[in-house]
């Protein structure tokens, strides 16, 4: 039996264009470290800017920085409290939302602890942020707004130009976790007016590890990582040379995917999953907005379910899906962005997270819609007899 992987939000297989790059780079003559002065240092540096110029430009800001990272999780956590931290004697408050992603709601936690303000902005039932609560959340000892692009477990996209404009009508500085949505939905980080964007290279068909925060000209960030002048300064430590080729290989495929339908091709796939779904397994719902949603991904509740059982019993049957994020599977917690969402407990318990990409096949959603159905069925929990059938 094929498996079928419904779970890219999770991490993506590496795109085959990527796969070429990082096997010609592997191959070839670049292998030096791009701090050296000598002839294969200079070609390592030279392929580590022209990836970071690539990818500025995708990103809409050629003159903005972009400092090479571990991936979004070091992003994140550099954002957050970098800015924070640069500009410590100006205020000591933060807003952020209440379904960050935890690389941010850590960062901000461990700020807390030392002294630090944290306002969490909360969100509807579909998972958006209201501006206007950013905005009056915002005080005069405010350093940082962050909220999240698209949301990594019901894909919501949250209104990021409005929560950046109340950010900058009060002189605050805006991040904003773009790791489930770069590569996926157009971002324009100049007419967003965004100062901060976190990415990350294995969402999007790119290798794991690698990634990256673009940071506006003359914002102020303190480095997390000290040790030498390597990124400006700002993050210390020899160039992940190949995952930072393997992330502007990826952004590339995603731009070109962009360009050719990628995203709408994905989202009909989706569309028909979620129709599919809905349709065959009663009482079944779909968590997160109906069309400010990232293209690829499906958040469903099926009543009467457990959602760590129907993973187990949907591997079983060679669906790979995910219960919330993958980075807080194995908790027993339930979702933090399910319940920031006011959901009733049920419908968290039984929630299933599916996220398409650039290699799901209609086929993949054609038998997913056999499986699924059938699977759910079987573990079903039995419903308490009530009262008028005893
Ligand atoms: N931010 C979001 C929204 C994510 O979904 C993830 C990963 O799941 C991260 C940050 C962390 O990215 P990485 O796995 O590259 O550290």
Same mark, same amino acid.
Not at 31 to 41: D, R, T
Not at 212 to 222: D, K, P, T
Not at 240 to 252: F, K, P, T
């Given at each position: =039996?094929?498996?079928?992987? +419904?779970?890219?939000?999770?991490?993506?297989?590496?795109?085959?264009?990527?796969?070429? &790059?990082?096997?010609?780079?592997?191959?070839?003559?670049?292998?030096?470290?791009?701090?050296?002065?000598?002839?294969?240092?200079? #070609?390592?540096?030279?392929?580590? @800017?022209?990836?970071?110029?690539?990818?500025?430009?995708?990103?809409?800001?050629?003159?903005?920085?972009?400092?090479?990272?571990?991936?979004?999780?070091?992003?994140?956590?550099?954002?957050?409290?970098?800015?924070? $931290?640069?500009?410590?004697?100006?205020?000591?408050?933060?807003?952020?939302?209440? !379904?960050?992603?935890?690389?941010?709601? /850590?960062?901000?936690?461990?700020? /807390?602890?030392?002294?630090?303000?944290?306002? *969490?902005?909360?969100?509807?039932?579909? %998972?958006?942020?209201?501006?206007? @609560?950013?905005?009056?959340?915002?005080?005069? #000892?405010?350093?940082?707004?962050?909220?999240?692009?698209?949301?990594?477990?019901?894909?919501?996209?949250?209104?990021?130009?409005?929560?950046?404009?109340?950010?900058?009508?009060? *002189?605050?500085?805006?991040?904003?976790?773009?790791? *489930?949505?770069?590569?996926?939905?157009?971002?324009?980080?100049?007419?967003?007016?965004?100062?901060?964007?976190?990415?990350?290279?294995?969402?999007?068909?790119?290798?794991?590890?690698?990634?990256?925060?673009?940071?506006?000209?003359?914002? #102020?960030?303190?480095?997390?990582?000290?040790?030498?002048?390597?990124?400006?300064?700002?993050?210390?430590?020899?160039?992940? !040379?190949?995952?930072?080729?393997? +992330?502007?290989?990826?952004?590339?495929?995603?731009?070109?995917?962009?360009?050719?339908?990628?995203? @709408?091709?994905?989202?009909?796939?989706?569309?028909? +999953?979620?129709?599919?779904?809905? $349709? /065959?397994?009663?009482?079944?719902?779909?968590?997160?907005?109906?069309?400010? #949603?990232?293209?690829? &991904?499906?958040?469903?509740?099926?009543?009467?379910?457990?959602?760590?059982?129907?993973? =187990?019993?949907?591997?079983?049957?060679?669906?790979?899906?995910? &219960?919330?994020?993958?980075?807080?599977?194995?908790?027993? @917690?339930?979702?933090?962005?399910?319940?920031? =969402? %006011?959901?009733?407990?049920?419908?968290?318990?039984?929630?299933?997270?599916?996220?398409?990409?650039?290699? &799901?096949?209609?086929?993949?959603?054609?038998?997913?819609?056999?499986?699924?159905?059938?699977?759910?069925?079987?573990?079903?929990?039995?419903?308490?007899?009530?009262?008028?059938?005893?």
């Amino acid at each position: =039996m094929k498996a079928i992987y +419904l779970d890219y939000n999770a991490t993506s297989p590496l795109r085959p264009e990527v796969r070429r &790059t990082l096997t010609a780079f592997l191959d070839g003559e670049a292998w030096g470290n791009p701090s050296s002065l000598h002839a294969l240092g200079r #070609r390592a540096r030279a392929t580590v @800017e022209e990836v970071r110029a690539g990818i500025l430009k995708t990103l809409g800001d050629p003159k903005g920085d972009l400092l090479f990272t571990s991936g979004g999780t070091e992003a994140d956590n550099f954002a957050v409290s970098g800015v924070v $931290r640069a500009l410590q004697g100006r205020g000591n408050h933060l807003v952020i939302s209440s !379904v960050e992603h935890s690389a941010v709601l /850590q960062a901000a936690q461990a700020l /807390q602890e030392e002294g630090f303000r944290v306002t *969490q902005v909360p969100v509807d039932s579909e %998972g958006r942020v209201d501006p206007r @609560e950013v905005k009056e959340a915002i005080t005069p #000892r405010t350093l940082l707004v962050s909220v999240m692009h698209a949301n990594n477990e019901v894909g919501t996209i949250q209104p990021i130009r409005e929560i950046a404009q109340a950010a900058r009508e009060r *002189q605050v500085l805006f991040h904003t976790d773009a790791v *489930q949505s770069f590569g996926k939905v157009p971002l324009d980080v100049r007419e967003v007016e965004a100062d901060l964007v976190s990415l990350s290279a294995h969402k999007i068909g790119g290798p794991k590890g690698a990634g990256a925060l673009y940071v506006r000209q003359g914002v #102020r960030i303190r480095p997390l990582l000290r040790g030498g002048p390597h990124e400006r300064n700002l993050r210390a430590g020899t160039e992940g !040379v190949l995952g930072i080729i393997g +992330l502007g290989a990826a952004a590339r495929s995603a731009l070109v995917g962009q360009r050719d339908g990628e995203p @709408e091709r994905i989202r009909g796939l989706r569309d028909r +999953l979620e129709e599919g779904l809905l $349709r /065959q397994v009663p009482g079944a719902v779909r968590n997160g907005h109906a069309t400010q #949603r990232v293209p690829n &991904t499906l958040n469903v509740s099926f009543p009467g379910c457990d959602g760590e059982t129907l993973l =187990m019993a949907l591997d079983l049957a060679g669906v790979c899906v995910s &219960t919330g994020s993958a980075c807080s599977s194995g908790s027993t @917690e339930p979702s933090h962005v399910l319940v920031a =969402m %006011g959901l009733p407990e049920e419908r968290i318990r039984g929630s299933i997270r599916f996220s398409l990409g650039w290699d &799901t096949a209609e086929e993949e959603i054609d038998e997913a819609l056999e499986r699924v159905p059938r699977v759910v069925k079987r573990v079903r929990l039995p419903r308490p007899p009530s009262a008028d059938s005893q």
